[in-house]
């Protein structure tokens, strides 16, 4: 929740994607027989098994590597993920705890106006893209940052960055020129 | 079209023959115009006494290598891969272009887009028809024609969401911006689809004015133009008098029912709606709305508003039920310790009371008061969790937990609560503040992370044993993933078997599912240029580097370098078998002696000097083998075979040190010169 430097945005991070690696590798029927919360998918070669108590699932392949999706700030994601390892450490693996890091962050904010999305797109030509035949938002992508940033009309923009701060600062970046196109109320 | 200035030596001296539409220099002799395209026209008598004009037709492609063979444009020989993709495209970006009648200027601007593709390797890894499609969409977008992606799709039988991908790359690395899309754009070709007839013009233009009416509703930002286009059109219809049904509409634009309806909806709820026809034809309103989305948010914002209030005023009247249930039960209470005194002192001496003793000692008490009584059971329970931890000690998130039950405790409960109060507080405090010391070392540890120790801070492990089954419910869950998955056990099973039965026979291969290896067959030739042929017709050289240069880098006197495109072809007959030092010398000899053959006789087009080669590649290595008597086992090993590998190899090699085998070719070779002069022209 970081607030910008002019207007007091709530930026709310909804999903924080991360991976480690235990360095071991890992029996998967194993875990999908003795774990009471798996999916075992066969097909993909991973098994799913999710958390309640940080709301995480993981994605765990036998090569040792896991991918924890659905905590909800970045201090949640290493500790479901530290959770998880603990976790299958009691199911008898040796796992170790290495490499972590945090690959996606998610993240929604509202500005308080609407916005003028042909205008938007027009006046960002080549970074921002609109197609109404294919999705109702405009994409707006900013390269060193490797942000995305989907704009909807309605003023809602859902950000995605590698982590935290990026979300921070792409916002920042873009509210001036969403502001330019913003639709004034009568 | 004459060129002043030879670009093999530079020489002016250039004459040019129209009869054989050549120009050629008269210093080096080499061809620099073909079929050249001239101004003149001659007749020539036919058979039947008609005369005819005399020329060939020109392909509208620059790449303009003579007349075509027998099998058209299948030929690998002779035709560079990237003429052949950019052939095949422009045929595709035809017969797509007819499909949808793009009109001949569009088509070109669509090939152009696709040259441009090619150029920037876009078409790797993708479907030639995806980049076909979205340069044609592409070319749409820009003249603005009103064909939508999903035209496309539909004739292409593929996802609207892939082409659609595949058009923003190409959009975006050709650096292209397409103009957004106007539902506008649309109204006419639908229009015309429904067959209004006579009053076509008036309800486009009606179906216009309402579609100018929803962007300024702000109901068209997000929404696919055709849905738009179709509720238009409908409210259009109606207003003229034409009866065009839901169905009708949606087959023409191709978009759902409940797209339709929605859009309806929403238009309904715009002030517009109220207006009846006629001042809907004159007036224009000022106000703006804001869009559906939008106002649904704010909707739901609102619900949530009254729901939260609703539940505060729930909690308030809870809140004073609750109350008077309090003081009812305290007043109850108050008339019961005689029963429960001894019981209570009873349950502090033993804490390891049966729950069924408390619960027994609550039922002779009033029956009226079941509830309280339950809840004086449940007191009894927290009383023995209570003795657990002040015996156990254990975390200090349980100890939190008790810390609320013990907030919850009625009032009665007061001496044993103030007995258990203090002992556990002061604990908990006690932990909880060395644990934070334990915290704080830990975080400076970050040594850990690196070294891969998992860092059980903050772990509860008793949650987590919960994850594990028992030992029980692990016999019934293997039982009932065994019978799940039977068959791909039974699979598993049989193809263990199958691979060790091959592993006794000694035939087991390691199968690899990944790559298909390409099995060519053996080429099967008696001399060496047949070989070559064959070779050459199987694999396909690439004709892109001149392999004159190449040749002559190393060699001193050599003659003049020929052009490129004759050269390159017996270039890559060179190269081949340029590095061959194990077998096959006589191969290579072949070769730079044609190819010298070649330097001499320029004026030879390229597909009869082919032939003339082999020929040549006959005589030479019939009257090479003597010579080669130096090493008679390794090149007379019956028919030459090649395989992969070894084409491989010598490519390898090759580029590696191509200079090397090209002085190996024409620095040792004493008898390729003496061939020369025999047989030149």
Known sequence: MEPDNDVALDIIITNVVCVFKTRCHLNLRKIALEGSNVIYKRDFGKVLMKLRKPKITASIWSSGKIICAGATSEEEAKLGARRLARCLQKLGFKVKFTEFKVVNVLAVCTMPFQIRLPEFTKSNRPLASYEPELHPAALYRIKDIKATLQVFSTGSITVTAPNVQFIATAVEQTYPLVFECRKIHI | ?681
């Open chain 2, 1 to 681: 079209m004459s060129s002043r200035v030879c670009k093999n030596c530079g020489g002016t001296d250039i004459d040019i023959d129209q009869a054989r539409g050549d120009a050629v220099c008269m210093g080096c002799g080499s061809v620099l115009e073909d079929n050249i395209i001239v101004s003149e026209v001659q007749f020539m008598d036919n058979g039947g006494g008609g005369s005819s004009a005399v020329g060939q037709f020109v392909s509208s492609d620059c790449s303009g290598k003579g007349p075509v063979l027998g099998t058209g444009f299948h030929t690998s020989l002779g035709k560079e891969s990237r003429a052949q993709t950019l052939l095949n495209g422009k045929r595709q970006v035809n017969h797509l272009g007819h499909q949808l009648q793009l009109n001949k200027h569009c088509l070109d601007t669509a090939f152009n887009f696709f040259k441009m593709a090619v150029s920037k390797q876009l078409t790797r890894g993708r479907k030639m028809s995806h980049v076909i499609a979205a340069c044609l969409y592409l070319v749409c977008r820009t003249e603005g024609t009103p064909h939508m992606l999903l035209d496309l799709s539909d004739l292409l039988q593929v996802n609207v969401y892939v082409l659609g991908k595949t058009f923003l790359l190409l959009a975006r690395e050709l650096c292209i911006n397409a103009p957004a899309i106007d539902p506008c754009l649309y109204i006419p070709r639908f229009a015309h689809m429904l067959e209004f007839g006579d009053k076509n013009h008036e309800v486009s233009m009606t179906a216009l004015r309402l579609l100018q009416r929803m962007k300024r509703d702000w109901m068209h930002t997000g929404r696919r133009p055709s849905g738009l286009c179709g509720a238009a059109l409908l409210v259009a219809a109606r207003m003229h008098e034409f009866r065009r049904t839901v169905k009708e509409i949606i087959r023409v634009v191709k978009v759902c029912e409940s797209t339709l309806r929605k859009r309806l909806t929403e238009f309904e709820d715009t002030p517009t709606s109220s207006l009846t026809i006629d001042e809907f034809m004159k007036v224009d309103l000022t106000e703006e709305c804001d869009p559906p989305s939008f106002t649904a948010g704010q909707k739901k914002v609102k619900l949530k508003q009254l729901e939260q209030e609703l539940a505060k005023k729930l909690d308030e009247v809870a809140g004073e039920i609750t109350c008077y249930q309090d003081e009812i039960e305290t007043e109850l209470e108050n008339s019961r310790p005689k029963l429960k005194g001894p019981y209570a002192s009873y349950a502090v001496e033993d804490p390891m009371m049966d729950d069924s003793i408390s619960v027994a000692s609550g039922a002779p008490g009033e029956e009226e008061l079941d509830d309280l009584e339950l809840e004086a059971a449940a007191n009894h329970l927290n009383n023995n969790f209570y003795c657990e931890i002040l015996d156990e000690k254990e975390d200090d998130e349980e100890e939190e937990r008790t810390a609320t039950e013990k907030d919850r405790s009625p009032v009665k409960r007061l001496p044993l609560a103030s007995l258990l109060g203090p002992l556990p507080t002061a604990a908990s405090l006690g932990l909880t503040d060395s644990i934070k010391e334990c915290i704080a070392d830990k975080k400076d540890n970050k040594e850990n992370s690196e070294n891969g120790e998992l860092d059980l801070n903050g772990i509860d492990d008793s949650e987590i044993e919960r994850y594990i089954l028992s030992e029980k419910e692990v016999k019934i869950k293997t039982q009932m993933w065994m019978k799940e998955n039977a068959d791909y056990l039974k699979d598993q099973k049989e193809k263990e078997e199958r691979i060790a039965k091959e592993k006794e026979l000694g035939i087991y291969k390691e199968q690899k599912p990944k790559k298909s290896s390409k099995k060519r067959e053996p080429i099967r030739a008696s001399t060496a240029g047949e070989a070559i042929e064959k070779m050459l017709e199987q694999k396909k050289i690439s004709s892109k580097i001149n392999y004159d240069v190449l040749r002559d880098l190393n060699s001193k006197g050599s003659s003049s370098p020929t052009q490129d495109e004759e050269g390159s072809e017996e270039g890559g007959s060179a190269k081949k078998p340029s590095t061959s030092r194990k077998s096959a010398n006589s191969r290579s000899l072949s070769t730079p002696v044609s190819n010298m053959r070649k330097r001499l006789r320029p004026l030879i087009s390229t597909q009869p000097t082919k032939k003339l080669a082999t020929e040549q590649g006959f005589g030479s290595t019939s009257s090479s083998d003597p010579s080669d008597s130096s090493k008679p086992v390794v090149v007379e090993s019956g028919p030459v075979l090649y395989n992969n590998e070894d084409d491989a190899e010598e490519e390898e090699e090759e580029e590696e040190e191509p200079c090397v085998s090209a002085m190996l070719l024409i620095g040792g070779n004493d008898y390729g010169c003496d061939v020369d002069d025999d047989d030149g022209y």
